[in-house]
């Protein structure tokens, strides 16, 4: 005895597993849409500070490691001769270039990468930040040395967090501390930059710690 054939189905016929994906991943995107929405929102102040602590020049070429959807990327543009945004969320990056286009930037460059894996030229940048995204890198002491090697000598790095207080729980935590800022100079120093520091910044209702060094001319 034969088992009965399956009865035909539509082509565009979707099956429930097929649908739990299909709206897992619209969730993704909607997520995805939503974070980069509020990062945009969320970073004007923060960024303005940055580019006014780095006193960008005309001749400047800044490169943003975790640039979300591109804000401080498009602050840098306004004052530099071009700004790079790495990151590597695919959908953060989308909706950066959307942007992009509509405010008809010739001088900002939004590529797909991480901070361990900058995918950039050596001594090919004057200044590189991270606006709160420093604590989201896997490998800190490796994402230091991808800076070092993508800054010209003279070149100039700014980590930017938000100032925590210890034990801070959820999205509060999402920073550091003062203890973390201390230490993140040390390791700053040990990756080969100069002139180390970390300086405290009001920028809205966030107050910043800035940690910051210099290549070296050699």
Do not use: Y
Not at 25 to 47: D, N, P
């Amino acid at each position: 005895m034969t088992a009965p054939e399956p009865a035909p189905t539509s082509p565009d016929a979707a099956t429930p597993a097929d649908n739990d994906h299909h709206h897992r991943h619209e969730g993704t995107k909607l997520w995805g849409g939503v974070t980069a929405l509020s990062m945009v929102f969320g970073r004007g102040k923060a960024a303005h500070c940055v580019a006014d602590l780095a006193q960008l020049a005309p001749s400047d070429r800044v490169v943003d490691v975790g640039c979300g959807p591109g804000t401080a990327v498009r602050v840098a543009a306004a004052r530099c001769e071009w700004a790079t945004g790495v990151d590597p969320d695919p959908i953060t990056l989308r909706f950066g270039r959307w942007l992009d286009s509509l405010r008809r930037r010739h001088n900002v460059d939004i590529v797909q990468g991480t901070a361990e894996a900058l995918p950039l030229r050596d001594a090919s940048a004057t200044v590189v930040w991270a606006l709160s995204s420093f604590h989201h890198w896997s490998d800190p002491a490796a994402g230091l040395a991808e800076v070092h090697r993508v800054l010209a000598p003279g070149g100039r790095l700014f980590l930017v967090e938000r100032l925590t207080k210890p034990g801070a729980k959820g999205h509060r935590a999402h920073g550091l501390t003062e203890d973390q800022a201390d230490s993140l100079v040390r390791t700053v120093e040990r990756v080969g930059f100069t002139d180390a520091h970390r300086e405290t910044h009001v920028a809205g209702r966030r107050t910043l710690a800035v940690v910051s060094g210099w290549r070296s001319q050699a």
